[in-house]
């Protein structure tokens, strides 16, 4: 355990946030909870209507499904595939989906097998209570002490963010248990985290700033176990399904690259609240939104590396690298704000037992950002991205005097 680490252990780093905040963010949480409550019996009658629960679910259950049913053609040509998840989940929905691509590599489908024979609500439900236990363990086991792992299981499991991804059957909580757990091992066991966090590859945007973390902390074992791990996942992806998924997947995902299908932005990125959809809808071209994008990611980067450098604690460490992954994700949702709850949570659980009621405020906001999402329907959401700058500038104030210099 670092210096750092234990400081934070000695100031227990207790989240008592003060009770007007408390009693609004817990009256909103509950809000977003019923909504999910209703949607099946009244879609949209309180708040967003979400067409029903499990539609990105449906996009997950329908790949391996079909890919299990020697039918992987299907998974990679997007309107087949929509029309075929409208067929098949008619009796769930209650209108047509517009768009719904499969857009994740292979390797997502190794971790899907599991739940394949539990048909679709029943993976549905175990995946996220499955996923929401890891998440719940990974927190726990890296909290700053017994006084705070309590209240950080409950903003993270009850925020609105949570709420949203139970609701459209994502795998957030998966993300975030994934990162906790393997930058909890970085420093007494490096090759375990490199294991872990190769795992990221199955939703790609969210490892790309694995390496230049790994790199900056100059910790090459958990570097080269990361790579061992995402090549031994994409492995017994082939072996599993077959190297023609890969054969189909990696010309598909360069052409989206390079030449973006136009559905798949109307009705997916911009829907999204990530930093081209925010800069798009604030009037941007594409061209120049993509590039404010490759702007925020190259920030996400070097803050990172920033962090990496230095001799912050774990927890703090961990809030830049959740923050920088949201920044610098080229798609996310507002489940993906998981993600910034737990990174300020580490921030404020860094301040020690005194925290400003201006920390709390900055949380408050983060919380509340996916109730007023997506940006494409909530103009005041598409300055979100500027809260996770914020708050990863606030926790790399303490790393600049703290950056480990390299030795001649």
């Not at 694995?210 to 990361?226: D, K, S």
């Not at 360069?254 to 925010?278: F, H, M």
């Not at 993509?290 to 590396?305: C, K, N, P, R």
Request: glycine content about 6%; hydrophobic content about 55%.
């Amino acid at each position: 355990m670092s210096s750092a680490d234990a400081a934070i252990d000695d100031r227990q780093g207790l989240l008592r946030p003060p009770t007007a905040l408390l009693i609004v963010g817990l009256v909103m949480s509950v809000y977003v909870w019923v909504i999910l409550a209703t949607t099946v019996p009244y879609p949209g009658r309180i708040g967003l209507d979400y067409n029903t629960l499990g539609t990105d679910w449906m996009v997950f259950y329908g790949a391996i499904r079909s890919v299990l049913d020697g039918n992987a053609s299907l998974v990679f040509d997007g309107d087949r595939f929509t029309a075929f998840l409208n067929a098949t989940f008619a009796d769930w929905l209650s209108k047509p989906l517009e768009f719904r691509p499969w857009a994740y590599p292979p390797t997502f489908l190794v971790l899907l097998l599991p739940f394949a024979p539990l048909g679709f609500f029943g993976s549905y439900v175990a995946f996220q209570v499955v996923s929401a236990a890891l998440m719940a363990a990974a927190l726990r086991l890296n909290a700053a002490g017994p006084g705070s792992s309590g209240v950080l299981l409950v903003m993270a499991l009850l925020c609105p963010a949570s709420a949203i991804n139970v609701m459209d059957g994502q795998a957030v909580f998966l993300v975030v248990a994934l990162i906790v757990a393997g930058l909890g091992l970085l420093e007494q066991r490096p090759v375990l985290c490199g294991l872990t966090m190769g795992l990221l590859t199955f939703k790609p945007q969210f490892c790309i700033l694995v390496p230049p973390a790994l790199i900056a902390a100059g910790q090459w074992r958990a570097l080269w176990a990361a790579g061992l791990s995402a090549l031994a996942l994409a492995v017994a992806s082939g072996l599993i399904f077959g190297w023609d998924l890969w054969l189909r997947w990696l010309p598909l995902m360069t052409e989206n690259l390079v030449n973006p299908d136009a559905k798949w932005i109307e009705y997916g990125r911009l829907w999204g609240n990530s930093v081209y959809a925010c800069a798009s809808l604030l009037g941007a071209p594409q061209r120049l939104a993509s590039a404010i994008q490759l702007l925020a990611t190259i920030f996400a980067a070097g803050s990172v590396v920033l962090a990496f450098r230095s001799r912050l604690s774990t927890m703090e460490k961990t809030a830049v690298f959740l923050a920088a992954t949201v920044l610098a994700a080229p798609h996310s949702g507002p489940y993906d704000q998981v993600l910034l709850v737990v990174a300020a949570a580490y921030w404020l659980m860094a301040q020690g037992r005194s925290q400003p009621l201006w920390c709390w405020t900055l949380m408050f906001m983060i919380w509340l950002v996916p109730i007023i999402s997506p940006p494409l329907l909530f103009a005041p959401s598409r300055l979100a991205p500027l809260l996770t700058v914020t708050l990863i500038v606030l926790v790399l104030r303490r790393a600049v005097p703290m950056v480990k210099l390299p030795t001649r």
